[in-house]
Structure formats: C-alpha cells, structure tokens
C-alpha cells in the first residue's frame, strides 16, 4: 500500500486545522493600539497552537521520508494522530476566552500531550512494519525529545492542576522551543544512504 494518500490526507487536515485557528481570530472592536494590545492574550495562544501544528506537519513529512509504504495499522495509528490534532482549536480558544483558567488549561495539556503519544505510536507501528533494522528506526535513534517531551506536559498539567496556569503554559512553551529546532536526523540518514547526494551536479 502506498504512502501517497496518507501524505495528502494529512496535510490536508493539517491545513484545515490552522484554517480553523485563524478563523477564529477575533478582530479587535476599535482602532487603537490598546484595543490591539488586549488581544494580545488571543494572538498568543494562536502562535503556540500555531507553531504546534507547524512542528508536527514537519516531522510528519520529514518521517515519511523514510516510508515506503504502509498498511491498516499505520493508516489508522495516523488517523489517531489527526484526532487529537483536530481538537487544539478547540482547547486554544477555550483556553482563550476563560482567560487560561485552571481546567481550560489542564485540558490543553492533555491534548499536547495526547498527539505526542499519538506521534510516538505511528513510529512504533511504522518500525513494526519496517523491522527494527529499517531506516526509521536507524534514523530516529534514541529519540531523547520524543522521551522527555511528555514529561514535561505531565509536569506543565500538574502545574495547572495546582493552581499555577503560568508555569503551565511556560512549560507548553517550553516543549515548542525544544521541537523548534530543526531535527535533522531524517536529512543526516537520507545524506548518507542517499547515493545521489554525494554524486557530482550535472554539467
């Protein structure tokens, strides 16, 4: 089975997410550089959620790479992974306009956390279907972001759970930055497995 549609499923859905985010943008009600100024609040929540979207479109493209095709598990471990995808608009604008109140707050965590758990199951079943001497595999390595990323939300929804929504959301932020940086292991395997790369240009 081919990986073509899955890519473009995805992408697609992955659009239509943003889409959805900024659509619900709300513009301020005057012309004023105060008026601009309290909506601060909104447009941040929109960049974290943004950049959360943006992270995974990347390594979702750049993991698929080194696919060459997949099966039912794989299509439905990814379906799973738009799910939780699909609500981040939801939990940003909640969030949002209950002025990041503790449950809003804890709620969005959990749905940071649950795509990452989302992510690491479409690795695991794309490893499954490659053997665990298949470029995925070899390409991720030991994986320390993927391994400390969901520690870190436990730790930002405890601090929400307890009444500290700031720490909560510095801790979301936290997890973005980490994920910021490109990760380059996808384009260091392909370097050295790809024969083409090393091969002189055409004249």
């Known amino acids: ?63 698929m790479q080194l696919v060459s095709s997949v099966n039912g598990a794989v299509l439905w471990a990814n379906l799973h992974l738009l799910f939780w995808l699909s609500l ?18 804890v709620v969005y965590g959990i749905n940071l956390l649950c795509p990452a758990i989302a992510y690491f199951i479409l690795q695991r079943t794309l490893i499954r279907l490659q053997g665990k001497s298949g470029a995925l595999a070899e390409a991720l ?8 990323s969901p520690e870190i939300y436990l730790l930002g929804i405890g601090a929400a759970l307890l009444g500290i929504p700031a720490l909560a959301l510095v801790s979301y932020s936290v997890v973005a930055l980490i994920w910021l940086v490109p990760d380059r292991r996808t384009e260091r395997y392909l370097a050295r497995h790809d024969p083409s790369s090393s091969a002189p240009p055409d004249a």
């Open 1 to 63: 089975m081919t990986k073509n549609r899955l890519e473009a499923f995805s992408d697609g859905v992955l659009a239509i997410i943003i889409t959805i985010m900024v659509l619900e943008l709300r513009t301020p009600h005057e012309a004023t550089w105060q008026a601009l100024s309290q909506s601060l609040p909104t447009l941040l929540s929109y960049l974290l959620s943004f950049v959360y979207i943006g992270i995974y479109w990347n390594n979702h493209h750049h993991m």
């Open 88 to 105: 981040v608009p939801f939990s940003t604008r909640w969030m949002d306009e209950t002025s990041y109140a503790q449950v809003p707050v």
């Open 141 to 148: 390595g030991r994986d320390w972001k993927g391994k400390l």
